[in-house]
């Protein structure tokens, strides 16, 4: 039988989105919240540091904070609980597992084409296939927006690979740098769920004074916006109908603040845009994203590709694997 994700399908306010969400999953986010506080080095005193990043958060997206309280109330866990585990600037598990000699787990990558029918852009989540069964999907409807995606089941929405009913899709990717007080990059990527144009995304991006900040691979109808963030700095790739990867370095000269990066990240991204083109069919996005012939760092990962995801933007259309795409099937989901 083929596997799938659990599936939510909201409709209300953001009070009501983030009740809903940790009322569903309320066991597995209080696991998440207990395995963190047993695992995690001076977790009271990290928790107490995300105080500061949290009141930064509550004057830019008191909105967002409010959706966060609500999923904490309903999953029966602290708001700060919560709130420190969508600040990744002050404990990542994935990234403090990868700085050591061997590199465990490294994060996505993302791939867009353009053709006849629009873009398609192509997504591998990873991270720990552990982790696999955190996941789950969400379509949700507020106000006049509605967006998809697959999430965290302790993370705000966003901060993997979604769509939004303006056409606007987001893939988030890992890069590495130093942490500084503000804003969580998880909050940035919520946020973009919620922008009607690229325009707006950018400009939301650049007035929040961040923490620390992912890789937001952004693509509307022609366009690709590229937007890579360090140290409060904001690089922007603009393309109009030309193919794009991004996987988990940076690519612009903000690459100059980068902790470090690895050669997982490097190779998916040499082998990926050598392989990427305009005018691919889903199934050849799908060989890029299944793609094994780097057999060291391949861009599809037993031990990470947790889940694998197309999207098609023109038609409201998004497909997801359970797994690795070498191995699974994907199942179809319209916005």
């Given at each position: 039988m083929k596997k799938k994700f659990p599936y939510l399908v909201l409709r209300g306010s953001r009070r009501a989105i983030g009740q809903a969400i940790g009322e569903n999953f309320r066991s597995k986010i209080q696991e998440s919240v207990f395995l963190r506080q047993q695992?995690?080095?001076?977790?009271?005193?990290?928790?107490?540091?995300?105080?500061?990043?949290?009141?930064?958060?509550?004057?830019?997206?008191?909105?967002?904070?409010?959706?966060?309280t609500a999923t904490a109330i309903a999953a029966n866990v602290s708001v700060m609980d919560l709130f420190f585990a969508n600040t990744r600037s002050l404990y990542d598990a994935g990234?403090?597992?990868?700085?050591?000699?061997?590199v465990i787990h490294d994060r996505c990558t993302t791939v867009v084409s353009f053709g006849a029918d629009g873009a398609i852009v192509g997504h591998n989540e990873d991270w720990d296939v552990k982790n696999t069964d955190d996941l789950y999907i969400l379509k949700a409807t507020i106000g006049e927006t509605k967006f998809i995606g697959i999430n965290y089941v302790n993370e705000l929405p966003g901060t993997a690979a979604s769509m939004n009913s303006w056409g606007l899709v987001q893939g988030i990717n890992e890069v590495h740098q130093k942490e500084t007080v503000g804003i969580p990059k998880n909050f940035?990527?919520?946020?973009?769920l919620e922008c009607p144009t690229l325009i707006e995304a950018e400009s939301m991006i650049r007035r929040v004074k961040q923490d620390t900040g992912f890789n937001h691979l952004l693509v509307q109808k022609d366009k690709v916006k590229n937007i890579e963030i360090a140290?409060?700095?904001?690089?922007?790739?603009?393309?109009?109908?030309?193919?794009?990867?991004?996987?988990?370095?940076?690519?612009?000269?903000?690459?100059?603040y980068e902790t470090y990066r690895t050669k997982s990240s490097e190779h998916r991204y040499d082998k990926a845009k050598k392989l990427?083109?305009?005018?691919?069919?889903?199934?050849?996005?799908?060989?890029?994203?299944?793609?094994?012939?780097?057999?060291?760092?391949?861009?599809?990962?037993?031990?990470?590709?947790?889940?694998?995801?197309?999207?098609?933007?023109?038609?409201?259309?998004?497909?997801?694997?359970?797994?690795?795409?070498?191995?699974g099937e994907y199942e179809k989901y319209k916005l």
């Amino acid at each position: 039988m083929k596997k799938k994700f659990p599936y939510l399908v909201l409709r209300g306010s953001r009070r009501a989105i983030g009740q809903a969400i940790g009322e569903n999953f309320r066991s597995k986010i209080q696991e998440s919240v207990f395995l963190r506080q047993q695992t995690i080095p001076q977790y009271k005193e990290l928790k107490r540091e995300s105080q500061n990043h949290f009141l930064e958060t509550l004057r830019f997206f008191p909105k967002f904070i409010e959706e966060l309280t609500a999923t904490a109330i309903a999953a029966n866990v602290s708001v700060m609980d919560l709130f420190f585990a969508n600040t990744r600037s002050l404990y990542d598990a994935g990234v403090a597992s990868e700085k050591g000699e061997l590199v465990i787990h490294d994060r996505c990558t993302t791939v867009v084409s353009f053709g006849a029918d629009g873009a398609i852009v192509g997504h591998n989540e990873d991270w720990d296939v552990k982790n696999t069964d955190d996941l789950y999907i969400l379509k949700a409807t507020i106000g006049e927006t509605k967006f998809i995606g697959i999430n965290y089941v302790n993370e705000l929405p966003g901060t993997a690979a979604s769509m939004n009913s303006w056409g606007l899709v987001q893939g988030i990717n890992e890069v590495h740098q130093k942490e500084t007080v503000g804003i969580p990059k998880n909050f940035l990527a919520r946020a973009v769920l919620e922008c009607p144009t690229l325009i707006e995304a950018e400009s939301m991006i650049r007035r929040v004074k961040q923490d620390t900040g992912f890789n937001h691979l952004l693509v509307q109808k022609d366009k690709v916006k590229n937007i890579e963030i360090a140290e409060r700095k904001v690089k922007t790739t603009n393309l109009t109908n030309e193919p794009y990867v991004h996987t988990n370095h940076f690519l612009t000269d903000l690459k100059k603040y980068e902790t470090y990066r690895t050669k997982s990240s490097e190779h998916r991204y040499d082998k990926a845009k050598k392989l990427l083109q305009n005018n691919m069919s889903e199934n050849e996005v799908v060989n890029i994203l299944s793609d094994h012939s780097d057999a060291e760092y391949p861009i599809c990962r037993h031990d990470s590709t947790m889940a694998s995801l197309i999207f098609k933007p023109k038609i409201g259309e998004m497909l997801v694997c359970y797994g690795p795409p070498c191995k699974g099937e994907y199942e179809k989901y319209k916005l």
